[in-house]
T-cell receptor, first 112, second 115 residues
Framework: GQSLEQPSEVTAVEGAIVQINCTYQ??????LSWYQQHDGGAPTFLSY????GLEETGRFSSFLSRSDSYGYLLLQELQMKDSASYFC?????????????FGDGTTLTVKP | GAGVSQSPSNKVTEKGKDVELRCDPI?????LYWYRQSLGQGLEFLIY????????KSGLPSDRFSAERTGGSVSTLTIQRTQQEDSAVYLC?????????????FGAGTRLSVL
């Protein structure tokens, strides 16, 4: 099976940079995704890493190290609207590649 | 429609009653997922449909839970003899199912409250 670990809460100030880590255990890694969910809203896709390295999309970047079973989401120039929960998710080749397992989420609070 | 649509948005029911939750996926998406999210928690996988294949029901917590997908489109999640611990937000997602990213597009969810 799969398991993921991410911090439950992170707090940062507006304009700062924050990193949300995710470590995972799978029997056959396929890819790591990140989703954002505002309070009371639906999760929305942010980024996906299948290969080692950094993927950049505007203020958000995601990093993956397959050898360390580790990834992170980097949020730059934080804005108040970035306050939300962030979930990492993995797909596993050896179970059902169409299915993702989600972490418990990291609640990010951005303060003025 | 433009996105995944779920109904009802809120459902209050009495313990022991049956409930049906509906999901309309994005047109053309072959994969459909149901998740359960308790307050402040992560997404708990329930069931996954992919095209005409047999669904992956490995996440259903008990035999009180069932789901079907008719015509490869609309899906209904049924919870029989509801219990208070079933109270949660039930999220539906769909995806094209064919890309490596497998981006899942989520509906706004149905908030179920069992009294």
């Amino acid at each position: 099976g799969q398991s993921l670990e991410q911090p439950s809460e992170v707090t940062a100030v507006e304009g700062a940079i924050v990193q949300i880590n995710c470590t995972y255990q799978t029997s056959g890694f396929y890819g790591l995704s990140w989703y954002q969910q505002h309070d009371g809203g639906a999760p929305t896709f942010l980024s996906y890493n299948a290969l080692d390295g950094l993927e950049e999309t505007g203020r958000f970047s995601s990093f993956l190290s397959r050898s360390d079973s580790y990834g992170y989401l980097l949020l730059q120039e934080l804005q108040m609207k970035d306050s939300a929960s962030y979930f990492c998710a993995v797909r596993d080749r050896e179970t059902n590649a169409g299915k993702s397992t989600f972490g418990d989420g990291t609640t990010l609070t951005v303060k003025p | 429609g433009a996105g995944v649509s779920q109904s009802p948005s809120n459902k209050v029911t009495e313990k022991g009653k049956d409930v049906e939750l509906r999901c309309d996926p994005i047109s053309g998406h072959t994969a459909l997922y149901w998740y359960r999210q308790s307050l402040g928690q992560g997404l708990e996988f329930l069931i996954y449909f992919q095209g005409n294949s047999a669904p992956d029901k490995s996440g259903l917590p008990s035999d009180r839970f069932s789901a079907e997908r008719t015509g490869g489109s609309v899906s209904t999640l049924t919870i029989q003899r509801t219990q208070q611990e079933d109270s949660a937000v039930y999220l539906c997602a769909s995806s094209t199912g064919g890309s490596a990213k497998n981006i899942q597009y989520f509906g706004a969810g149905t908030r179920l409250s069992v009294l």
